[in-house]
């Protein structure tokens, strides 16, 4: 999902010596990673009311504003920066839309409902697949992907952000570590239990239908 890392840390040696061409191909080398995680993570009923390409817009000023601090002071990869900067706004975005929103939306999920990418979906059924899920497994793929994207939005906030990050966003181990700030085995062990849990909420829907 996002750049390879050795051009971007070329890119940000360029940035850093004052090459203004580099600022831009940077941030557009990671326009469209940020566009996809936006879509991803942004709930449903949210992008009813606000545009992607809103927010998007938002991240890049943003991204393009504080990119001096960030080479200061940066510790993490680029990506899994601007990643945060695009998860902040998404979370404005969603603030802002229940204020002043007409009705209620308490109960709509901000961030990291149903995921917005079904061939990640399908992918993540072939890792969870198990002989439990025979009925599943004969079902068609959009019936497959509708059945673990609604699994996924009823596991817990964290569950799902594990889930989301490892197999929608494409994050190795050590860059969920990274951005939870926590060991590696750590967030191992947690995407074990959230992958574990996800796959009981599936087996438990198979056995009850």
């Known amino acids: 999902m996002w750049p390879e890392s050795d051009k971007t840390e070329k890119l940000l ?15 557009m080398r990671h326009r469209a990673s940020v566009e996809r995680l936006i879509k991803l993570r942004l709930d449903h009923k949210v992008r009813r009311r606000i545009a992607v390409s809103d927010v998007l817009q938002n991240v890049m000023i943003e991204a393009n504003r504080r990119l001096s601090d960030f080479l200061s002071k940066g510790k993490m990869p680029f990506h899994l920066w601007i990643r ?7 979370i404005d975005a969603y603030r802002r839309h229940r204020k002043s929103a007409k009705r209620s939306v308490d109960r709509e999920q901000a961030i990291d409902g ?11 059924a072939g890792v969870l697949e198990d002989k439990e899920l025979t009925p599943a497994a004969r079902a068609t793929q959009k019936e497959i992907a509708k059945q673990v994207e609604l699994a996924i939005a009823d596991l817990s906030a964290t569950d799902r952000d594990i889930i989301l990050m490892r197999h929608y966003e494409q994050l190795g181990n ?14 191992s062990m947690r995407y074990l239990r959230a992958l574990k849990k996800l796959r009981d909420h599936l087996i438990n829907d198979s056995q009850s239908d």
């Open 13 to 27: 040696i360029r940035v850093g010596d004052g090459d203004p061409e580099a600022r831009n191909e940077l941030l």
């Open 84 to 90: 945060q900067i695009a998860k902040d706004r998404i």
């Open 114 to 124: 149903r995921p917005n990418d079904r061939r990640s979906t399908i992918l993540l």
């Open 174 to 187: 050590q860059e969920v570590a990274d951005v939870l700030e926590i060991s590696e085995q750590a967030a």
